[in-house]
């Protein structure tokens, strides 16, 4: 935000979630970039997009999502007759789904149902994260006794794969198993350089895919939170600032909103690519006197403040109440740990969530934690 005869005027410049140019010289170079998930991905493209001239040509940069990544050499792999690879088909998301349901079904007798989909979803997620934190390596002979969950579970894993290896089939995790140690090999396959964007805290079995890039291959890092790319092999951990919280009250919702324009307004006069959140109730109308406060204090004569300039704001809603949400779920549920009690089921996802603040310092902790409740409280007592 600049002034201009005395008049505060708002950048017109479209809203960005992600500054593009550090990433602009891997571009120039060529450079294979990926990112942990397709959102991420579709942000980037879209940023390197915004750059180009209306009307200018320009070839599609090598970014991606990991996974997508990973599908797309071994596909290369395949076509080239490289065994294993060309001996098995990586399944999509639908078709891995599909296979899941129909294990489910098949044991229907020993293990029945209720909600067959929503399961077959939730035990294909499972499988997916064992993998990833190598669970199955960790399990002992006896492991199988402790819950009649858990036998289910390694009951129905072990007809997936079963049914996979049948049909020459393969879903994406065990596909990294097999390709981590396969890559010393396959160098001729790989970019020479590779850049990771937001790879903040990936699970072990990504961290073992990356550090063994890393040796060949020059790789090297970018997250939001660092100014440029980095060479490091651990990019910086996110730590919260305690002291930055802080909750208000005011006398009425006139006195509420005005504060809230100011504090908005405030925040963008020091960086004029600040974003803030503003929850409000559709269902009361706040929205309207929220733009009509916008319009007041920017002093805009001339201009237009209203919610439809997408230059200045980004409106959402959604018939989810704010309470159903998962991240303020999530929270609601943590608090709940301050109460004498708390279900079983919502104890136990609490510690397996990954995404509280310096959840990554606790993962050891929260692991043993969980094998021990589930050995002390839920094996079967003779």
Not at 124 to 134: A, E, I, R
Not at 200 to 205: A, R
Request: glycine share 4%; proline share 5%.
């Amino acid at each position: 935000m600049g002034k201009t005869n005395g008049k505060e005027q708002l950048n017109s410049m479209p809203i960005s979630r992600f500054q593009i140019d550090p990433l602009l010289s891997a571009f120039d170079q060529d450079q294979t970039l990926l990112t942990p998930n397709h959102r991420s991905a579709k942000v980037i493209m879209q940023g390197y997009a915004n750059k180009k001239k209306v009307g200018e040509v320009w070839s599609r940069p090598q970014v991606f999502a990991i996974d997508i990544w990973l599908q797309q050499l071994w596909a290369k792999l395949s076509i080239n007759g490289i065994e294993p690879f060309c001996k098995l088909q990586i399944l999509d998301s639908f078709s891995e789904q599909c296979v899941w349901t129909e294990q489910l079904k098949a044991s229907a007798e020993r293990y029945p149902l209720l909600n067959l989909q929503e399961t077959a979803a939730a035990v294909s997620y499972s499988y997916h994260l064992y993998n990833q934190w190598f669970l199955f390596e960790k399990l002992k002979p006896g492991d199988t006794k402790y819950s009649q969950n858990f036998s289910a579970f390694l009951y129905w894993s072990q007809r997936y794969k079963s049914f996979l290896e049948k049909h020459e089939l393969i879903g994406l995790s065990d596909a990294i198993l097999i390709l981590i140690p396969s890559l010393h090999e396959l160098v001729r396959f790989l970019p020479s350089r590779m850049l990771l964007v937001n790879f903040n805290d990936p699970p072990p079995l990504y961290a073992r895919l990356i550090g063994t890039l890393e040796d060949l291959l020059e790789v090297s890092y970018h997250t939001r939170n660092t100014p440029g790319i980095s060479s490091k092999t651990k990019p910086d951990e996110w730590q919260p600032n305690l002291n930055s919280v802080k909750r208000l009250q005011f006398p009425n919702l006139d006195t509420e909103i005005r504060a809230c324009v100011s504090y908005s307004l405030e925040r963008v006069r020091v960086n004029e690519n600040e974003h803030i959140g503003i929850i409000i109730d559709h269902e009361k109308e706040h929205d309207f006197l929220l733009w009509k406060e916008f319009n007041r204090q920017a002093g805009h004569r001339n201009g237009d403040l209203s919610p439809t300039k997408a230059q200045y704001f980004n409106t959402f809603s959604s018939i989810q109440s704010l309470a159903d949400a998962k991240p303020i779920e999530l929270a609601l549920s943590f608090l709940e740990l301050n109460q004498t009690r708390i279900e079983t089921h919502k104890f136990c996802h609490l510690l397996q969530c990954h995404q509280f603040a310096l959840g990554g310092e606790e993962l050891s902790a929260r692991i043993s934690l969980n094998c021990s409740y589930v050995i002390t409280f839920l094996a079967p007592h003779d």
